[in-house]
Each structure stands twice: as structure tokens, then as C-alpha cells.
């Protein structure tokens, strides 16, 4: 579903490079944390995923795309694919819950009565049934992470990226957010979420891919988030012939 081979970038050249030779392969219906420092690269993996830009070497592999060959206009097309949420919510501040979901809808195309049918429907998903009128600013901050959640997932991408969306949150909190993730997850949808949160990362024991300074350090199955944890170690082995990700 998603693949780097071989991947760099670098932003600015008297800098390290954010990224060094990345491999990575999420299969479909995977769910992987992606971890590491500040600084590490991991939000620059999810802006080469969402194609906000472009690797300086190595190629991008995103729902059976070839990020270096499509087109400009191609692009919102792959973005339909993929549902974001990150650390500050970005909700529309002006409009309700329910606003919310369906200004998603609307910009899509989606007709009214499909509306009508789904964003009462995936705020139920996400746990907000009944706050459909809630303006932002009266959820509580998991209640907001929960709706823009509903925004990434009401269109039913193939894969959500979420880039420390437990950032902002307690940690009881915290653990909520990531199990409706995982809640997701679990009906098909790719998943890699940032954080640096190692409470979370434990509890989860889920696939940990870890950064470093621009590297991957560690690949792990079944992972804790110290590295005293065990686990196999980078990279496993790959046959691109059995590959699902290579799909047309
Ligand atoms: P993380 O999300 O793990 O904190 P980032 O991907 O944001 O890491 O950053 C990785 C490295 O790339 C950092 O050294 C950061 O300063 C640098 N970087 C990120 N975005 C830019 C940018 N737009 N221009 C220049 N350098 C950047
Ligand atoms: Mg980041």
C-alpha cells in the first residue's frame, strides 16, 4: 500500500539530509507507528506519502501509484486515498461537528442525501453521536481529535496517516484516539501513525518503525517502543513478485 525504496530528501544542502536511504513497506490493512525524535523525519514521510513533496532520490510507491510518474492533476485523486489527521485537529472552526464531516462531503461532490446518510453515520463511528451540533470549541479536546478523525475517514480512504495526533492529549485520552484508530484499522484501512509517545507505543504492541536522525534504526513486528524490547531487526525481507502494494 505504501513503499519507499531507497528514499532521500533533503531540504536544505548545508543541512543533514531529513531523510537517508529509506525503505520501508506498509502492506494493505497494516497498522504501524512511526517514531523517533524531533526532528527525525517522520512528518517528512507522511508529506512524501500525501505528495506535498517530492523525494531528491528514490522512489514512492502510494495505493498503486507511482508518485514519481503521476500527473499534477492526478494528485488530489491519490489524496482522496489517504485520510490525515494531525497533533492540532485543524477543524473548521466556524462550523459544527456535523458541518465538519459533511464540508468534506461537499467538496468531493458527494450528493446532499449521501450526506444526510454518512456524517451522522461517522460521527456515530468515531463516538460523537449526539455532538452533531457541537461547535469546536465546546468538544474537549479528544471529542475534537474524534472529529477530525470523521473528517480523514468519511470518505473511506485506503490509508490514514496520522502525525502525532496524540500530541495535544492526556494520556488517558491518548489511549482512546489510537484504539478508534486501531478500531479503523481493524475493518481494512492502512494505518501509520507519528508519535513519540513510548506509553502508547507499548501498550499497542503494533509493527514500530523507527527514525533516527534520517535512517531507519529498527523495523520491528510486534514492538515496545524501547529497543531493549527485542524484535527482529531492520528491514525484513521483501519478495516484490508477492507484493500486494504493486497492485495496478
Ligand atoms: P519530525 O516530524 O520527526 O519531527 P521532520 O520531518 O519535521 O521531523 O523534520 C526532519 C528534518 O527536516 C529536520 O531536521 C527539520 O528541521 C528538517 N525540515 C523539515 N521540514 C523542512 C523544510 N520545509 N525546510 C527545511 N528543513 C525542513
Ligand atoms: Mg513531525
Do not use: C
Not at 102 to 130: D, F
Amino acid at each position: 500500500m505504501i513503499r519507499f525504496t531507497g528514499v532521500g530528501k533533503v531540504y536544505d544542502a548545508r543541512h543533514r539530509p531529513a531523510l537517508r536511504n529509506v525503505d520501508l513497506h506498509l502492506a494493505p490493512g497494516e497498522f504501524a507507528f512511526l517514531v523517533g525524535a524531533s526532528g527525525s523525519g517522520k512528518s517528512t514521510v507522511m508529506r512524501l506519502i500525501l505528495r506535498e513533496d517530492r523525494p531528491t532520490s528514490g522512489g514512492i510507491e502510494v495505493a498503486g501509484r507511482d508518485l514519481q510518474r503521476i500527473r499534477r492533476r492526478q494528485v488530489p485523486r491519490l489524496r482522496r486515498e489517504i485520510g490525515m489527521v494531525f497533533q492540532d485537529f485543524r477543524l473548521l472552526p466556524d462550523k459544527t461537528a456535523a458541518q465538519n464531516v459533511a464540508y468534506v462531503m461537499h467538496v468531493l461532490g458527494a450528493s446532499p442525501k449521501a450526506v444526510r446518510t454518512a456524517v451522522p453515520a461517522t460521527l456515530e463511528l468515531v463516538g460523537l453521536q449526539g455532538l452533531g451540533k457541537r461547535m469546536p470549541h465546546e468538544l474537549s479536546g479528544g471529542e475534537q481529535q474524534r472529529l477530525a478523525i470523521a473528517r480523514a475517514v468519511v470518505k473511506n480512504p485506503r490509508i490514514v496517516l496520522a502525525d502525532e495526533p496524540t500530541g495535544n492529549l492526556d494520556p488517558a485520552t491518548s489511549l482512546e484516539i489510537v484504539t478508534l484508530l486501531n478500531d479503523i484499522n481493524s475493518t481494512g484501512t492502512t494505518v501509520l501513525m507519528a508519535t513519540h509517545d513510548d506509553t502508547i507505543v507499548d501498550v499497542f504492541r503494533k509493527r514500530v518503525i523507527e527514525l533516527e536522525e534520517g535512517e531507519i534504526v529498527r523495523d520491528q513486528a510486534d514492538g515496545g517502543y524501547g529497543r531493549a524490547s527485542g524484535g527482529w531487526p531492520v528491514d525484513p525481507p521483501i519478495d516484490p513478485g508477492t507484493d500486494p502494494a504493486v497492485e495496478g
